[in-house]
């Protein structure tokens, strides 16, 4: 039988400590499957300092996966080193300050859904208790909230929670234009250098009353240029009213 790995987070703390000295120092960054959330790729192909495209080429696989309607981006392992992380050095994560919101909240896992209309998400936590990672057996005690805060992950979690109603929206998605709106979808949520070529280049400032400051803010800042692209994905594909048109009408 398989070994049930995720317990349910119960009592105060937890016992954990990972560092460079442990006998399973990066065994855990091998045969992932490993989902990248929009915020995970914008910190790590800015990180690697390369184009959208260019990092999605080089660095991801695009999945179908049953519980989204939506295409999901995986990190792509490196097959012909027995699958193990892109990312992986002797001396850690190469891209530690960047790595995925996934890296930094093991061993602790996240369920979380975000129903429509409410301001934050509901979330379960459990321990994800693999019997190769020897941190539990570390004296280091950490609270739930000094895991998150230490790792990093409020930033991330206040972030893809925006993109976690998109995905786990019910919504209709209409019958006309659904392979256009799954382009739509991929390009706002994955390819923020497509996305902002998309409303510059096009009439999109035309056809939708956009301030002139955060016109200057989409142009020079892909964090609000990404928020911006979930608002635009709400109109898009589900026709909420997070759009101010101008005409009724939307840029090809
Ligand atoms: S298996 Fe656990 S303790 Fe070992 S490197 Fe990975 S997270 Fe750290
Ligand atoms: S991104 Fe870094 S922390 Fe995450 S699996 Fe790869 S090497 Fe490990």
């Given at each position: 039988?398989?070994?049930?790995?995720?317990?349910?987070?119960?009592?105060?703390?937890?016992?954990?400590?990972?560092?460079?000295?442990?006998?399973?120092?990066?065994?855990?960054?091998?045969?992932?499957?490993?989902?990248?959330?929009?915020?995970?790729?914008?910190?790590?192909?800015?990180?690697?300092?390369?184009?959208?495209?260019e990092?999605?080429?080089?660095?991801?696989?695009?999945?179908?996966?049953?519980?989204?309607?939506?295409?999901?981006?995986t990190?792509?392992?490196?097959?012909?080193?027995?699958?193990?992380?892109?990312?992986?050095?002797?001396?850690?994560?190469?891209?530690?300050?960047?790595?995925?919101?996934?890296?930094?909240l093991?061993?602790?896992?996240?369920?979380?859904?975000?129903?429509?209309?409410?301001?934050?998400?509901?979330?379960?936590?459990?321990?994800?208790?693999?019997?190769?990672?020897?941190?539990?057996k570390?004296?280091?005690?950490w609270?739930?909230?000094?895991?998150?805060?230490?790792?990093?992950?409020?930033?991330?979690?206040a972030?893809?929670?925006?993109?976690?109603?998109?995905?786990?929206?019910?919504?209709d998605?209409?019958?006309?234009?659904?392979?256009?709106?799954?382009?739509?979808?991929?390009?706002?949520?994955?390819?923020l250098?497509?996305?902002?070529?998309?409303?510059?280049?096009?009439?999109?400032?035309?056809?939708?009353?956009?301030?002139?400051?955060?016109?200057?803010?989409?142009?020079?800042?892909?964090?609000?240029?990404m928020?911006?692209?979930?608002?635009?994905?709400?109109?898009?594909?589900?026709?909420?009213?997070?759009?101010?048109?101008?005409?009724?009408?939307?840029?090809?």
């Open positions: 039988m398989p070994e049930n790995i995720f317990e349910p987070f119960e009592g105060n703390t937890f016992n954990f400590s990972c560092h460079k000295g442990i006998p399973c120092f990066n065994k855990c960054c091998a045969k992932l499957r490993l989902i990248l959330t929009p915020y995970d790729i914008l910190r790590m192909k800015k990180r690697l300092g390369l184009s959208s495209d990092f999605l080429e080089r660095y991801t696989e695009t999945v179908i996966e049953d519980h989204s309607r939506f295409p999901m981006v990190l792509k392992m490196d097959v012909e080193k027995n699958r193990i992380c892109p990312f992986v050095t002797e001396q850690g994560c190469a891209i530690y300050e960047d790595r995925p919101g996934a890296c930094r093991y061993p602790i896992g996240r369920a979380s859904t975000m129903a429509y209309g409410e301001k934050d998400a509901r979330e379960k936590f459990f321990i994800v208790r693999e019997q190769h990672c020897l941190g539990f570390e004296e280091k005690a609270t739930l909230d000094e895991w998150l805060g230490h790792e990093g992950v409020n930033e991330y979690n972030i893809n929670d925006q993109w976690l109603e998109i995905i786990t929206s019910t919504k998605l209409g019958e006309k234009d659904a392979t256009k709106k799954f382009q739509m979808f991929f390009m706002a949520s994955y390819n250098d497509k996305f902002r070529e998309f409303i510059f280049k096009s009439k999109f400032f035309d056809l939708f009353e956009v301030k002139a400051d955060l016109k200057d803010k989409l142009a020079n800042d892909d964090v609000d240029l928020k911006f692209g979930f608002e635009w994905l709400k109109f898009s594909l589900f026709g909420e009213k997070t759009m101010k048109t101008r005409f009724h009408a939307v840029p090809s």
